[in-house]
């Protein structure tokens, strides 16, 4: 059971690092077009929009372009972080130990990506960027190092 949660776990990982290499890979027109239309989705689900111009909306989606950027990195890499442990999960290292070793995966792939965007056209490599990467992957990591231990504790009162 533990392999195939191991191999699970690493293909998980590795389409994981591909979602955001596709994301890093777009030039800086296409990325903010991605993000423009995520934020127009969450304003046509929400009312905020029913008493906007087009002016004000134009100018909402303006503003709201950084945060919802930056939002995106911390999410994206909270997920890869609770993956990354998920897959350290499964070897017999100590806790500490699959929570360091998981944070430097994570953290490494960010500066990777970060340096990959410098050669994309209209993109930068932004330390603050692997900030925000890092600390969405330690969250993750956090999350998933709860979750698995209500688990394990779970299945001993069970027996």
Not at 29 to 54: A, H, R
Request: glycine letters at 4%.
């Amino acid at each position: 059971m533990n392999k195939k949660i191991r191999v699970l776990s690493c293909i998980l990982v590795i389409l994981w690092m591909i979602i955001v290499f596709s994301f890093s890979h777009q030039e800086a027109v296409q990325s903010s077009g991605t993000s423009q239309k995520v934020i127009e989705v969450i304003l046509n689900v929400l009312p905020v929009e029913d008493n906007m111009n087009d002016n004000q909306k134009q100018q909402l989606i303006s503003q709201l372009q950084l945060p919802i950027r930056k939002l995106a990195h911390f999410t994206i890499y909270f997920i890869g972080g609770m993956l990354i442990y998920l897959l350290f999960s499964t070897t017999k290292y100590a806790t500490k130990t699959k929570v360091i070793l998981s944070q430097v995966v994570a953290t490494t792939y960010a500066i990777s990506d970060e340096l990959h965007q410098y050669f994309i056209p209209g993109r930068a490599m932004q330390f603050t960027d692997v900030c925000i990467d890092s600390a969405g992957a330690l969250l993750g990591i956090i999350i998933a190092m709860l979750i698995i231990y209500i688990l394990k504790n779970r299945k001993k009162e069970e027996k």
